[in-house]
């Protein structure tokens, strides 16, 4: 690593202000102004603005992983997920995971713990997607899907759906972040051992 050239240590630019560029059904967008704490260059970035959201690794007693299938409307696509959505303000990820396992599979499960949190792109995103491994996963309710949404409802084998994802049969990166921060729980699951614990989210 010694071949590679020196850099600087990044400033945190300081915020001086921020006005409503659109507001929109899902998101705002906001027109952020910052200087540099350095040069005292001032320039102005776009930014959105957007509830936080919850992806759920729902594993079933047989260890299959459930998967929704649904049209993106921004990849003019079908999408291989896992199921997810936005959360309500103030509500608990643990909550909001049972929630939207629920509403898109018809599935409730226990032992809900959280795997990681991730920023779906902190370039021009300000909200945090929550995991949540779900476990115990079995079908107790009707389906309460939004007027705009037709999902197909699966199961498959853990190792098939990494399978999937090496293959590039999942795209979605949110979906990826969850099966990364998953794997180590499955390696314990499938060797019999305990579940880690969780630290601080």
């Known amino acids: 690593m010694s071949d590679l050239p020196a850099s600087a240590v990044p400033a945190r630019w300081e915020k001086t202000g921020e006005t409503l560029h659109a507001n929109c059904r899902l998101f705002d967008v906001l027109n952020a102004r910052y200087r540099h704490p350095g040069r005292g260059q001032e320039r102005e970035f776009v930014i959105m603005t957007a509830p936080d959201w919850v992806n759920v690794v729902a594993l079933t007693p047989e260890h299959r992983l459930l998967l929704v ?42 032992n809900a713990r959280l795997l990681g949190r991730v920023h779906p792109n902190p370039a021009i995103m300000s909200n945090v997607c929550h995991l949540v491994l779900v476990e115990q996963v079995q079908r107790t309710n009707d389906l309460e899907w939004d007027q705009d949404e037709e999902i197909e409802v ?15 049969r999942i795209t979605h990166a949110l979906v990826l972040d969850a099966l990364l921060l998953f794997a180590p729980e499955w390696e314990r699951l499938k060797g019999g051992g305990a579940p880690a614990a969780k630290t601080g989210r």
């Open 154 to 168: 699966l199961a498959a084998p853990v190792d098939e759906v990494y399978a999937w994802a090496r293959a590039g």
């Open 69 to 110: 299938r649904q049209f993106r409307f921004g990849i003019d696509d079908l999408s291989l997920e896992i199921p997810g959505g936005v959360m309500e303000r103030g509500e608990d990820p643990l909550a909001a995971a049972q929630r939207e396992l629920r509403e898109e599979t018809g599935c409730t499960g226990r």
